[in-house]
Nanobody, 122 residues
Framework: QVQLVESGGGLVQAGGSLSLSCAAS????????MAWFRQAPGKEREFVAGIASNERSRYYADSVKGRFTISRDNAKNTVYLQMNSLKPEDTAIYYC???????????????WGQGTQVTVSS
């Protein structure tokens, strides 16, 4: 049974930073592309960032480029999202996802985490 458990969300002021983690179990983590998505109230879930299994490819939504960094530690079965220069519009529930290999540009989701709330105050 695949489990993706996010942590690190919270409340931060605009301009601040947060670091999210997602611990994976029940899958061969090192073979999966991993990604972060987010969903703001009243909006559809959207792609934020993704990283290939070998870390050689990383993609970001235009809205977070230069501010967010995705990384992974295959030895710890964990993917991270470092978020800097946060803006109120970054407020959302952030979800970790295991993505089928080779689909990073158009992610095909294998599994979702339960999400973690990020709130950025102005």
């Amino acid at each position: 049974q695949v489990q993706l458990v996010e942590s690190g969300g919270g409340l931060v002021q605009a301009g601040g930073s947060l670091s999210l983690s997602c611990a994976a179990s029940g899958l061969t983590f090192s073979t999966y592309t991993m990604a972060w998505f987010r969903q703001a109230p009243g909006k559809e879930r959207e792609f934020v960032a993704g990283i290939a299994s070998n870390e050689r490819s990383r993609y970001y939504a235009d809205s977070v480029k230069g501010r967010f960094t995705i990384s992974r530690d295959n030895a710890k079965n964990t993917v991270y999202l470092q978020m800097n220069s946060l803006k109120p519009e970054d407020t959302a529930i952030y979800y970790c996802a295991a993505v089928l290999p080779g689909t990073l540009r158009s992610p095909v989701i294998h599994s979702w985490g339960q999400g973690t709330q990020v709130t950025v105050s102005s």
